[in-house]
């Protein structure tokens, strides 16, 4: 084993295949700050430009591509509160609060630093405990997921809003708006009005796009209007030096926040269908939960843009893990990666392993050498486009609508998508002024189609037994889980009330 | 001006309207080719599609640009080329089924009949699969064991249309096959993976799987045996006289020039004849099949017809 390291990083470490590592990165990282442009799209578009290069370099390639746009994603999502992917919803809530104050260098770096390690941890989880992981997660069928889903969607609500109600109806629209779609087992329409667009679903981008960035367009210009408007010359700057810089007391504070959603990421991200959308949530409403004032979340907190950014970059790398030790691709991403592999001629999965395990363990060093390469890049990347934010307001927010019309045009159904946008930019905009929880609404979007098609596998596969829940021991402790939050939730309601605490939402 | 002086006017007018049209087909493309998936990126189209732009490119002499647009099963994305310009520019790439089995069951906006069909340039390829657990070595073994358990059969499903095949196969076996929704080809090897369900289908999905022993293919979803496992019994050797046939279609706006679609089909045909796109279809296990734009309509009559039977059977 020790000759076939040394074989592989004697493969890895040459130039070409560091130079197309970084040129990976480099166009993921572009794609993760274009809102609108997936990596999965990316990925598409790049696959022909392998078919000529050797199987590693090719592979390399599209993985570097797959890392640079979780961490590009981030930037976007930190300095004008738009999310680069679907996913980076999580960094807006503490991150662009933070650059409001002033700290928006220093929630970039603690992001860089929070993704970079995500990723490297879950790169190391993926080399070391690739096989057990993914046993755990093919055992997990649709009975056990439902159960886990159940208890995700709870669990964050009753940590995300402050008042139980509006949370609720939150959360309910948000379930609500997953509704139209073709449905899954008629395949008819349900709850479209005749519009083609959304067979498929209402379009993601579209929504989260218009309720979080363009809404923020339209509270600042609200308050222009209002005649607080003060032209600020310079938001960055505004900052003290110390505002800029991540020191290494921070850094340490956030530690425990990065390892615990690396893992949460890990976890969550090696379970195939589950993917990435659920993992920066969860991590998020966890840290929370720990944290002595959670109330202070959504405001402005360092621990929350650790724990989203770690959490989201550590489900890249654990994305793989079902397709290394068992061939199954844990995300749309993921199975473009194993088209590639397939057309190298290469079946990803155990056998792998055996028939060329050299080439296993060059892309294994591959990823754990972009995750550095990364951290390079993002330290650059940052400082060029954090200057986006120092340009006054008049200027920052035309192009910041523009980059949302683009980005919800981009998503696939065209001007539909942008029309969409632009009656949720007013939707999110009543949704801040009367303090309703962007989370729970997300989730129950997001999540909702997710927890739909599992719940109905699980009631075809059980024949709709309540009794036959007995064979799921761990689908029992992920519901009675589920009912403990619903208990706390309730609880830490009623005391609020009582104490007569009001708050803002999330 | 005099009588025959306008005339011979009338005459050269008429004659250069009429080379106007050969000519201009001549020139094509004069500039970029946009060709609209109607599936995500990921899938065999998308894969098969992109690698074939790459040689079309350079066979035309202009830029052959990939784009997709899934939603309605290919559906928005036909809608956009119905309503292109006539000219070959936009071009359509999806499933045959598109055309032929979704206009039954969805109140879709379009017929097969509005559009020029460049032509079929592959065949996908369902192949029919089960947990190495499980005795079952075809489909006969499956409803023999639910009918000996007196149990239900529970598949992964993907399509309305494998809803319908499989009730019919149930209607005629007499027993009773529940669909299981799952995602993609990819949900339904999840869920056979997991031991959730009797069977499932899926298109080059399933590959890794049976090479390496994961899951044992027990049919094939199409009429006749897939290329690459010919001692795998299609449906018809079962006795079903159903099955599913889908191609990959190149399609543009009704009305383009007869020279210009010749050309791009022909375009089409060289690019899928390179060795670089041969590689892809073998990977993604479809079948390489060539129909031209003059035998195109008729496949897709015959299929349509096939269709309205299969749903005119379940009432």
């Known amino acids: 084993m020790y000759q076939q390291v040394m074989q592989a990083a004697d493969n890895v470490l040459t130039l070409q295949v560091i130079a197309y590592i970084t040129f990976g990165l480099f166009i993921g990282y572009i794609v993760g700050v274009l809102p609108g442009m997936s990596r999965a799209t990316a990925i598409a578009l790049l696959i022909p430009i392998t078919y000529k290069l050797p199987a590693l370099t090719g592979i390399s390639f599209l993985i570097g591509v797959s890392k640079g746009g979780n961490t590009g994603s981030a930037l976007t999502a930190i300095l004008i509160n738009v999310p680069g992917e679907p996913q980076s919803v999580v960094t807006t809530l503490d991150g662009y609060p933070l650059t409001q104050q002033g700290k928006g260098q220093k929630a970039l770096k603690l992001a860089l630093i929070a993704s970079v390690m995500g990723d490297f941890l879950a790169t190391v989880a993926l080399i070391m405990l690739a096989q057990p992981l993914a046993a755990i997660a093919v055992g997990i069928g649709p009975v056990e997921l439902t159960a886990v889903l159940i208890f995700a969607i709870t669990f964050i609500a009753a940590v995300s809003g402050n008042s ?53 367009m339209l509270v600042q210009i609200d308050r222009g209007w209002r005649g607080n408007y003060q032209h600020k010359v310079d938001r960055l700057e505004m900052g003290t030096a110390q505002d800029q810089k991540l020191s290494w007391l921070e850094f340490i504070k956030c530690l425990p926040t990065i390892l615990r959603s690396s893992a949460v990421g890990i976890g969550v991200g090696s379970v195939p269908g589950l993917g990435a959308s659920l993992s920066p949530f969860l991590a998020y409403a966890w840290t929370k939960n720990r944290d002595p004032d959670p109330d202070s979340f959504g405001k402005g907190r360092l621990e929350g843009v650790a724990a989203a950014e770690a959490a989201d970059n550590a489900s890249v790398p654990a994305g793989l893990i079902p397709m290394f030790a068992i061939g199954l691709p844990g995300s749309a991403s993921t199975a473009l990666l194993m088209g590639a592999f397939m057309l190298h001629g290469l079946t990803p999965g155990p056998s792998l392993f055996r028939e060329d395990a050299v080439l296993v363990y060059a892309i294994f060093i591959g990823m754990i050498v972009a995750s550095f390469i990364m951290l390079v890049m993002g330290m650059v990347g940052q400082n060029l486009f954090a200057r986006l934010i120092t340009v006054s307001e008049t200027i920052l927010v035309p192009i910041i609508v523009f980059i949302c019309v683009i980005g919800a045009y981009l998503e696939g159904s065209g001007m539909f998508s942008v029309y969409l946008m632009l009656v949720f930019a007013f939707f999110g905009y009543f949704m801040k002024k009367f303090d309703f929880s962007f989370v729970t609404f997300l989730v129950g979007f997001i999540l909702g189609p997710m927890a739909e098609l599992s719940l109905r596998q699980a009631m075809i596969i059980t024949d709709a037994k309540v009794s036959s829940l007995a064979n799921h021991p761990v689908a029992c402790v992920f519901l009675a889980l589920a009912v403990l939050s619903v208990w706390r939730l309730s609880a830490v309601n009623l005391l609020r009330q009582r104490t007569g605490a009001g708050g803002t939402g999330a | 001006m005099t009588r025959r002086s306008s005339i011979k006017m009338v005459s050269v007018i008429a004659l250069a309207a009429l080379t106007a049209g050969p000519v201009a087909a001549q020139q094509f493309p004069t500039k970029p080719i946009n060709i609209v998936i109607g599936f995500g990126a990921g899938g065999g189209t998308d894969a098969v599609v992109r690698a074939v732009a790459e040689p079309m490119t350079k066979s035309l002499g202009q830029p052959v640009l990939v784009i997709n647009k899934p939603g309605a099963g290919g559906g928005i994305a036909a809608m956009q080329i119905k309503g292109s310009d006539p000219d070959g520019y936009t071009i359509y790439a999806g499933g045959s089924l598109t055309f032929t089995f979704e206009p039954l069951v969805l109140q879709t906006q379009y017929k097969h009949t509005d559009f020029e069909h460049i032509g079929l340039i592959s065949l996908f390829q369902d192949g029919l699969f089960t947990h190495p657990s499980r005795p079952y070595k075809n489909m006969k073994d499956v409803i023999a064991a639910a009918k000996a358990e007196k149990r239900s059969i529970k598949y992964a499903s993907q399509f309305q249309l494998d ?19 799952t995602q993609g080809g990819n949900g339904a090897v999840q869920a056979v993976l997991g031991n959730q369900v009797d069977f499932g289908f899926s298109g080059g999905t399933f590959g890794p799987h049976i090479e390496s022993g994961a899951l044992r293919l027990i049919g094939a979803m199409s009429a ?3 290329e690459r496992f010919p001692e795998i019994a299609g449906m018809h050797a079962n006795g079903w006289m159903v099955g599913s046939e889908n191609y990959l279609i190149i399609s543009t706006t009704k009305g383009t020039p007869k020279a210009v679609v ?54």
């Open chain 1, 164 to 216: 139980f109600y509006k949370g609720l109806i939150a959360g309910f629209l948000g379930l609500l708006l997953a509704a139209p779609r073709l449905d899954m087992e008629t395949g008819q329409p349900r709850l479209t009005f005749g519009f083609a667009d959304i067979y498929d679903g209402v379009p993601l981008l579209a929504v989260a796009i218009g309720t979080l960035a363009l809404s923020e």
């Open chain 2, 163 to 181: 809803r319908l095949i499989f009730q019919h196969v149930a209607k005629m076996e007499g027993v009773e096959i529940i669909p299981v929704p």
């Open chain 2, 224 to 226: 006749e045996p897939m």
């Open chain 2, 262 to 315: 010749e050309k791009l089909a022909a375009a089409f045909k060289a690019g899928m004849e390179t060795a670089m796109v041969q590689g892809v279809v073998k990977s993604r296990y479809m079948k390489d099949v060539f129909v031209g734009p003059a035998d195109t309509m008729a496949v897709l009559d015959k299929q349509l017809d096939k269709y309205t039977k299969l749903i005119a059977d379940q009432k």
